[in-house]
């Protein structure tokens, strides 16, 4: 606000008004540069009226003219000496009216269609809408497995001061199993339990379709006086010829989540790693040698250093040392570092 030498008129209280139209203050002071905004919210969208009035009466206070730089103000306001008016458009904004994904299992019903609505302003809800879109998607009961769309359209939905965009969504209609089990009947069934110390089974085997959820034939009846208690061949792992195995231990040492074997083999001064197959078997063993005359005893894995790899100490039953193998991680070991036990010194008195 100046005054008629364009001179900057500060502390005026200025007061803003509008049909439509909310002011974040409807009452402001003019700074020391003459100049005083706020900001105004449409609540409807086309042409709007605001008005800038100025409070005081003299002529250095009414012998002024406003000026704005907001572009959404027409340039042709109209102009008095203590009121404008300002001229603004305000546009509808944006709604996105989307469909919603959704999957149906094979030959099952055709799930009511939804849909989701975002891009409210000024606190509105859903129930600024009125009507509602239309949803469809050429998908029916007994559709074979695959994706279909989901085409949604205005319909009758509608909502003042908005407009509506529309996005399709997707139905899935999800495959079920192929797999049948011709030998399977409610009369024969076999269950394995592996381990000692359990007790025989018995009861009912139910067999249920883990998508459907639907039972695949009737239960089956356990009769534990047909329980046969047998045991599966043992397999075994050398160590090479005239060798002594003294002490084995099972860690993960190459970081695959599958067992693995550490020997520690007394005739050959060596310990063995063989990396496991996840199915109680073992891969040939890698010799490591320790020293000559060393006597692998017993040996452990542990991390050492914090960093997750497994790291290897064997004792001797030799010497009166222990060793450590710094683990790579990878299945193999660093070079033996000795370490000397001393055995205290004993005096007997008289």
Not at 2 to 29: E, K, M, Q, R, W
Not at 149 to 165: E, F
Not at 203 to 215: A, C, E, M, N
Not at 289 to 298: K, M, Q, T
Request: hydrophobic share 40%.
């Amino acid at each position: 606000m100046t005054d008629s030498s364009n001179n900057p008129i500060p502390y005026v209280h200025v007061n803003f008004s509008g049909a439509g139209l909310a002011f974040s203050s409807s009452s402001v002071v003019t700074g020391a540069n003459g100049q005083a905004s706020v900001i105004a919210t449409p609540n409807s969208v086309g042409a709007l009226t605001a008005t800038a009035t100025i409070d005081g009466s003299s002529d250095a206070v009414r012998n002024v003219r406003f000026v704005s730089k907001r572009s959404r103000v027409s340039p042709n306001a109209s102009n008095s000496n203590d009121m404008v008016t300002f001229t603004l458009t305000a546009s509808a904004a944006p709604l996105v009216v989307t469909a919603t994904s959704e999957s149906v299992l094979h030959n099952q019903p055709i799930p009511v269609l939804a849909y989701t609505v975002t891009g409210f302003v000024n606190g509105d809800t859903r129930s600024v809408l009125n009507g509602a879109p239309v949803e469809n998607t050429n998908a029916v009961q007994g559709s074979v497995a695959g994706p279909y769309p989901i085409v949604i359209s205005q319909g009758t939905h509608a909502a003042a001061n908005y407009t509506l965009q529309f996005v399709s969504g997707t139905l899935t209609v999800l495959g079920i199993s192929e797999t049948l089990i011709p030998t399977l009947t409610a009369t024969t069934a076999t269950i394995d339990v592996f381990g000692l110390g359990f007790s025989v089974p018995s009861g009912q085997l139910t067999f249920t379709h883990t998508t459907s959820g639907k039972s695949v034939v009737a239960p089956v009846t356990l009769d534990p006086s047909n329980a046969v208690t047998s045991f599966t061949p043992q397999v075994t792992t050398s160590t090479g010829s005239n060798s002594l195995p003294v002490w084995t231990t099972l860690a993960d040492v190459n970081g695959d989540g599958k067992l693995d074997l550490v020997t520690s083999v007394y005739e050959t001064d060596s310990v063995q790693v063989q990396l496991g197959n996840g199915d109680g078997t073992f891969q040939p063993a890698a010799a490591i040698l320790i020293s000559s005359g060393f006597g692998p005893a017993e040996n452990h894995l542990v991390s050492l250093r914090g960093n997750s790899m497994l790291d290897l100490i064997v004792g001797s039953f030799n010497t009166n040392k222990i060793t450590v193998l710094l683990g790579n991680g990878d299945g193999t070991f660093a070079s033996p570092a000795f370490t000397q036990q001393v055995q205290p010194s004993i005096r007997l008195l008289p």
